[in-house]
């Protein structure tokens, strides 16, 4: 007769195994549970940049730059323009000391090239005060003007033209063509000589069309969607600026060549040139995130991308185990959630009216200054953007100043004196008075005696003269 069947003990070791087991399925379920979390909460903003009609990746952002027709792109014109120019860099100056100097060895630095004795290419310095060139410098100018005519020609084509594209491929993020913002400076120097040349010649038309070009070849930058696109822009702008207070400080010229300034300046006021660069920045950026996702940078190159950072601000470098972990622990994605986050942060800043794009900017600085060192590509990826939107509103300051100066004297020409207050302008000169980008008031006027001066009070908020923005006008 059988009996019950023996129980077998239980075997400790395998019910061990079988714990350590489930555990080790529970952390990898949690593990995905995580990685899936975090994959889903970056898709989620993506997804709101795109509902926001804004491209998030560099091929979607290559597309939002739209490509003019074929036969409208002024970037062509330009292109041909630059081309044409002649530097002078292969002509030997002919040199004489100046009078008195009898040992040309004891002069310092004589030039060695015919560009070398150029105001504004050169070594030469203009006149103080926006005084008239030499008779020697205003032959010299003549002559690189007309070495250049074929330049200056295509610049005044393209200024023009409605519409600018240069030849970059915005899918190759940082590698995109560069060449033409640095072709662009020779050619604001050579509409500036330009300007001082047809001045000089009592030809106060040719000045304005010159100074127009100027603002134009500055605001061909506009649509490109780059930051260091748009800190050129505003760097150009700034030449161009310099042609218009040459101008009224120098020239009497009539109402419709006020007009015809005025209304150059207003298109450049008028471009989110900001907002553009910032979500072209969010989307280079987010490729180089995505690409170290998709396994394409290798660890090497990621160690020095992410120390490169903490080098140039004197911290320490983080450990090869960290920058090694840095994907499969999940902090890559942290890092790109943040970056998305804080980006867009900076984006909606910038479309809001100054002074409070600059409170808004600066918010978001504080939020960037205070992560964690492990959110390593955030941290160098936006460094000191908030000075970008300061910088904005200092360039909006100079137009809004050279705006209401055309203004002034459209009004003085009409009324054969200056007008009282800057409210005097409004609505026959000015639609309204502009406000001080820097605290939201209209910006101020003073007359003095041998002149008048329309500032804004700068970076400080105050008025103080320290660090005003100002466009003074010489009687």
Known sequence: MNGPPAQVPPNPKARRLKIVALIFVG???LYSIYRYALARSIQTRIDAIHRARFP????????WYVQPPAGENAADVYTQAFAHYDAWTNQDAHFSPPAG??????????????RDLLPIFGEAKLPPDYGPLSEEQEKLVAEYLADNAKTLKLLHQAASMKYCRYPVDLTKGVMASSRHRGSLRPAEELLELEVIHALDQKQQAQAVESAVAALAAAHSLSQEPLLISYLFQVSYEGLALENIKRIVNTASLTDSQLVQLSAALQESDNVPSLMRALVGERCIQGDVFQDIRRGKTAIKELYTLVNSFHFANDEPELPILLVATYKISGLLDLDYRTYLDSMDGFVVASQFPPPQNMAAAQVMETIVQRL????????????ALDLAVVNACRNAAQLRNAQVVLAIERYRLANNKLPDQLSDLAPTFLASVPVDPFDGKPLRYKKLPDSYTVYSVGENRKDDYTTDIAFTVEE
């Open 56 to 63: 998030a990746t560099g091929v979607e952002l290559d597309k």
């Open 27 to 29: 952390l990898i379920a």
């Open 372 to 383: 964690p060192r492990r959110r390593v590509l955030s941290r160098s990826f936006m460094t």
């Open 101 to 114: 100097v009898n040992d040309r060895t004891k002069y310092v630095a004589p030039p060695k090239e015919k």
